[in-house]
Structures are given as structure tokens and as C-alpha cells.
């Protein structure tokens, strides 16, 4: 159980550095293009132009931004299932050596001798 637990939380964080790598990107392309609206607003002949490649990266953008909510959507909504399917596991006690969680309180337990051949704080093989 703990190697699933360890495969989902690996697969979270990836799937969560993947998204925000993506809007990297896409944050890093918008400030380029940005920059170069800009620089050709200023001008009066590429005015227009400066314009239409603000509107236009803003589309672009808008997309590739929701195509990445959409991926780690995605891949979370699978990872939810996993989680669900491995609290089933933790709460089965059947999952557990004997069928039974083992027991964590000390004053439940007799002694914690190993000579008398009972040894019932200790699993029993």
C-alpha cells in the first residue's frame, strides 16, 4: 500500500510541475509578444498591428492556459480514483497480517516478555 501511496503522491507532483511548467511558458511567450506590441504601438504606421498581435497572443494564450487546467483536470480526477481506491485498502482490516489492524495502545497487551511463548505485543510469524 505504501508503494501506491508513494506512485500517486509521484504522479501528483509531476502532473502538478508539468502545469505549471506549461503556464511558464505560456507567461514567458505572452511578455515577448507583449513587449513587441508594444514596441509597434508606438509607431504610428504599426499601430494596428500592435493591436492585432495583443488580441491575437491574448486568444492564443487563453487557449493553451485552458488546454493546461483541463490536462492536470485530468490527471488529478484519475488520481482522485486512486486515492479513493487505496483509503478502501487502509480501512480493510483483512489487508493487515492475522485479518486485524494491529493494535497501538501498550495497555491492552499482557506483558512484554519473549520467554513465556506468547509474545502478544509482537507479530507472530
Not at 502545469?19 to 504606421?45: C, E, P, Q, S
Given at each position: 500500500?505504501?508503494?501506491?501511496?508513494?506512485?500517486?503522491?509521484?504522479?501528483c507532483?509531476?502532473?502538478?510541475?508539468?502545469?505549471?511548467?506549461?503556464?511558464?511558458?505560456?507567461?514567458?511567450?505572452?511578455?515577448?509578444?507583449?513587449?513587441?506590441?508594444?514596441?509597434?504601438?508606438?509607431?504610428?504606421?504599426?499601430?494596428?498591428?500592435?493591436?492585432?498581435?495583443i488580441?491575437e497572443?491574448?486568444?492564443?494564450?487563453?487557449?493553451?492556459?485552458?488546454?493546461?487546467?483541463?490536462?492536470?483536470?485530468?490527471?488529478?480526477?484519475?488520481?482522485?480514483t486512486?486515492?479513493?481506491?487505496?483509503?478502501?485498502?487502509?480501512?480493510?482490516?483483512?489487508?493487515?497480517?492475522?485479518?486485524?489492524?494491529?493494535?497501538?495502545?501498550?495497555?491492552?497487551?499482557?506483558?512484554?516478555?519473549?520467554?513465556?511463548?506468547?509474545?502478544d505485543?509482537?507479530?507472530?510469524?
Amino acid at each position: 500500500m505504501a508503494d501506491k501511496t508513494a506512485l500517486t503522491l509521484t504522479a501528483c507532483a509531476v502532473a502538478g510541475l508539468a502545469f505549471y511548467i506549461a503556464l511558464g511558458v505560456v507567461l514567458v511567450k505572452f511578455i515577448a509578444a507583449l513587449i513587441a506590441a508594444l514596441a509597434a504601438l508606438g509607431t504610428a504606421v504599426f499601430s494596428w498591428a500592435g493591436a492585432a498581435l495583443i488580441v491575437e497572443e491574448a486568444g492564443v494564450n487563453t487557449g493553451l492556459v485552458i488546454a493546461a487546467v483541463a490536462a492536470l483536470t485530468t490527471v488529478l480526477s484519475a488520481q482522485a480514483t486512486q486515492m479513493v481506491v487505496l483509503h478502501g485498502e487502509a480501512v480493510d482490516a483483512s489487508t493487515f497480517f492475522g485479518g486485524q489492524w494491529p493494535n497501538a495502545t501498550p495497555g491492552q497487551f499482557g506483558d512484554a516478555t519473549v520467554t513465556d511463548g506468547d509474545a502478544d505485543w509482537s507479530l507472530q510469524q
